[in-house]
């Protein structure tokens, strides 16, 4: 199983960035997907989650309103379209999934939003 982040970046104040998850080496629509981030100093949170068919998506009440989940199943993907960054979403983010009761983490990637 390979989680892979893609996407972090430097971005102003009130900017976007489009992060995406590749997966493989398990069947993607059969699993929900979330999205976590940590922020130096401080435990990692959930963001957002996905469910397998996509039709239900949850998120964290600091991201509502300005961050997009969203999944591609027929490219085993998942992507968080983040809008309206503030300095305080600057973390590292990272693609989890639960499957047969095993934990899955990718390695993050970093989103620094400074002006």
């Known amino acids: 199983v390979q989680l892979v982040e893609s996407g972090g970046g430097l971005v102003q104040p009130g900017g976007s960035l489009r992060l995406s998850c590749a997966t493989s080496?398990?069947?993607?629509?059969?699993?929900?997907v979330s999205w976590y981030r940590q922020a130096p100093g401080k435990e990692r949170e959930l963001v957002a989650h996905?469910?397998?068919?996509?039709?239900?998506?949850n998120y964290a009440d600091f991201v509502k309103g300005r961050f997009t989940i969203s999944r591609d199943n027929a490219k085993n993907t998942v992507y968080l379209q983040m809008n309206s960054l503030k300095p305080e979403d600057t973390a590292v983010y990272y693609c989890?999934?639960?499957?047969?009761?095993?934990?899955?983490w990718g390695q993050g990637t970093q989103v620094t939003v400074s002006s």
């Open positions: 996905i469910t397998r068919g996509g039709g239900t998506t």
């Open positions: 989890y999934a639960q499957i047969t009761l095993v934990h899955y």
């Open positions: 080496g398990f069947t993607f629509t059969n699993y929900a």
